[in-house]
Structures are given as structure tokens and as C-alpha cells.
């Protein structure tokens, strides 16, 4: 995996990345339909949030999709479960989503459990980390790995995007943006200045997260709205496959 593409860098240079959503249980050849639809995609995607969480199935997707040079992003399955961000890393994603981030502790346990020492205190070890092949020395893993993986916050409330400069903090490359909790937030607070509708919360988000450093990462779903969303702000998207 040593040619694997550096999604950290394409993120924070602020260049479109876009990501395509498959199934948990993914085979390797389901892995290679669903990329080959559309020449723009830069990462695949599992979900635990709302799916079922089988830990050898996980590392069955990373593997097959580090044969295919493909980046995964990993939603995990709980907000309380940023202590487990490492161990879930040795499996073999490059990308960690905590989903409904509201308080600067949940950020902040995210960070340490993401990254090695001196960023973090994530635990050495995962024979199908990425990248583990091509750099076994213990220093030279970490010091990659710390400039590599990318760390996303998912913002799903009022009060999550109003919270994004202090939920952002070194190591946080990306908020990630939840449309379907947000619009029951909206809904149970109409008359916060940002309640008005769904674009109008995110045409903030993506300010304040401008504001703060990092970029905003939106859950379109349909490809056919990825103009949309890239001409509001947004810089990395999230599909259902095509």
C-alpha cells in the first residue's frame, strides 16, 4: 500500500474528494463493481453507526480494498466508542468518522486514540494496519501514520456547529456533516438562526469550519446533487453507489 493516496493532503488542500458508501459485508469484487462506476471517487466507505459491526468483516473489506489501493473510511459505532478508535484502526482503515460530536472531551479522546505518540497515545500493534507492509520500523509507521490517517467529527446538531471551533483542534482533519439527525434538531429548535432549512445550517457549518481550519464533509448520497453541494462549500462528499 505504499502508493496508496494520501487523502489527508487532498483534504486539507481543499481539493474535491469524494467517497462512495458499500456494504459492510463488501466482497472484494463487490468492492471493485461499485468503484469502477465512476472515475472520480477517492475512498470507499463502511458504516457501524446504522449497520451491523462485525470486527473480521472489517478487516476483510480494508484488506481486500488495500489490494485494490482504495482507501477506507470508517464510521464508527457510537460517540462513547472513541476509546476503541485504535483498535479499530489496526484492522486496516485510513479514515475515522465519530458520529453526533458535541462536547470538546469526545474530540479530544478521538485525537488520542487516532494518533501515535507525541500527537496521541493510540497503542502499537495490527498485522493488517494500512501501510504496515511497506514500513515495519516502529518510528517510521508512526511518524507516517500521524501525517497520513485523516480524523473526521461528525456535527449533527444546533449546538455541534455551533461548537465546531472548539471541537476543532489539532489532528481533526474534517466535520462531517448529518443532515437526518439535523433536521430533527432543527425541528425541536425553530427559532435558533440557523433553523430555517438544511442549506442554511450547512452554508454556515461550512464557514465556521473554513473559519476554523478544517473542511466540511457532506453525506449527499445522490451523485446527481454533488454540484450542489461542491458549490456551497462543501469539499468532500459521501455517495450511495451509482
Not at 463493481?33 to 470507499?44: A, F, L, P, R, V
Not at 490517517?149 to 472548539?166: C, D, H, K, R, Y
Amino acid at each position: 500500500m505504499a502508493g496508496e493516496e494520501n487523502l489527508k493532503e487532498r483534504i486539507r488542500r481543499g481539493e474535491t474528494t469524494i467517497g462512495v458508501s458499500v456494504p459492510w459485508n463488501a466482497t472484494k469484487s463487490q468492492i471493485e463493481d461499485i468503484w469502477s462506476k465512476d472515475d472520480q471517487y477517492n475512498y470507499i466507505a463502511v458504516d457501524s453507526q446504522h449497520n451491523p459491526l462485525d470486527e473480521s468483516m472489517l478487516q476483510s473489506v480494508c484488506v481486500a480494498a488495500q489490494e485494490l489501493s482504495i482507501p477506507v473510511h470508517f464510521r464508527i459505532k457510537h460517540t462513547n466508542y472513541t476509546f476503541q478508535i485504535g483498535n479499530w484502526l489496526d484492522l486496516g482503515p485510513s479514515s475515522i468518522e465519530v458520529p453526533q460530536t458535541e462536547l470538546e472531551s469526545t474530540a479530544q479522546e478521538a485525537v488520542d486514540y487516532f494518533y501515535y505518540r507525541p500527537m496521541g497515545k493510540r497503542s502499537w500493534g495490527g498485522a493488517t494496519r494500512v501501510g504496515i507492509e511497506a514500513r515495519s520500523d516502529i518510528h517510521e509507521y508512526k511518524d507516517w501514520w500521524n501525517q497520513f490517517g485523516v480524523l473526521m467529527l461528525q456535527v449533527e446538531s444546533i449546538q455541534a456547529i455551533t461548537n465546531i471551533p472548539q471541537l476543532v483542534r489539532p489532528g481533526v482533519d474534517c466535520v462531517s456533516w448529518g443532515p437526518a439527525d439535523l433536521s430533527l434538531d432543527r425541528e425541536a429548535h425553530p427559532h435558533h438562526a440557523i433553523a430555517g432549512s438544511d442549506d442554511a445550517a450547512m452554508e454556515y457549518a461550512v464557514k465556521v469550519a473554513n473559519d476554523s481550519g478544517v473542511k466540511l464533509m457532506v453525506r449527499n448520497y445522490d451523485w446527481k446533487l454533488r454540484e450542489k453541494y461542491l458549490e456551497m462549500g462543501a469539499t468532500v462528499l459521501l455517495e450511495l453507489p451509482k
